[in-house]
């Protein structure tokens, strides 16, 4: 395998490993290795494959770090940023992950917040033939660790120390319950993990344990721009010359477009349930119909939908707070 492995800051020394994801939207995962001082910190994983593995270790050994004598910080659950975790777990190595994430993380190795997805799923008129197929390749499952491993659990405001260099942990609920990314004050340096991604929108779906998901990341993108960010490294695809207020911006108008367009589906539809009024909207499918997409895209696009209706019903309160999403 052809290790892809680029040097992106020169003081404290960052490098990037391209972890591949092989057939999946998302392309790959962009892993930090963090150096200073005979330190090192190691910023997410990749699936649990054995491609994904030896992207990650050879991409780690070429520069010079073991998983058995390094840090490690986990984001957030999904499966392209934790599914390695595991292979971290050493008596040399700390794995370090939010403290509310890593209960999440629990739930979703114990399959509650599958089950508990699911259920609303098929109440919100997902056919249960299309789910069972969706789920049989979930790659959140099938490429999730094997286990829960121990982790040192972070909060806001907590700092890591690397060699000589301050990374502080910031909280950004919405893509997961408790997504935890990692800012350096001195260099203005944020690894924004799928928080903030540039060339694609961070998928917000719905999560049993939070109410209001697309109304908590909202308010996780305002929080950010509170922070002076020079360098802003995201977890997926490309660095970006945009500022991370620019990007915030843009992901805020995406929203704002897709709630429009809810609002109409649901004036000629009042009756609809979140499978109907995801059938309506505009999705990229490339060139597949509704009917004929991958039941994967659609267990996503149905998951975005419901979040935005739950924005409309605890947020903007446009719809009921009980019974079908008419609005108000």
Known sequence: MLINVEQVYQSPIIYKIYVPLKGNALKNLNCYVLIDHGESLVIDTGFRTDECREALMGGLASIGVSPEHTKLFITHLHSDHCGLAEYFDHPGSTIYMGADEYTSLQYSLNDRTFNELNERLLREGFPEEELREANSDNPARVYRPSRLFPAAL???????????????????????????ILYIPEQKIMFTGDHVLFDITPNITTWPE?????????????RILEYDVETALP???????????QRVAEIKRHHDRRLSEIREVLRDNPAANAYEVASRLTWSLHGA??????????????????????????TTKEIPEQGAYTLL
């Not at 939070?210 to 305002?222: P, R, T």
């Not at 977890?235 to 207020?245: E, N, P, W």
């Open 154 to 180: 972070m909060r806001d405001g907590d700092e890591l120390r690397i060699g000589s260099v301050t990374v502080q942990t910031l909280p950004a609920p919405g893509h997961t319950p408790g997504q935890m």
């Open 210 to 222: 939070m109410k209001d998901s697309l109304g908590e990341y909202l308010i996780s993108l305002d």
């Open 235 to 245: 977890g997926h695809r490309g660095i970006s010359d945009k500022t991370v207020a």
């Open 289 to 314: 119909t509704w009917d004929t997409a991958p039941k994967q895209q659609k267990w996503f696009a149905v998951g975005e939908t419901m979040a935005h209706l739950d924005y409309m019903r605890f």
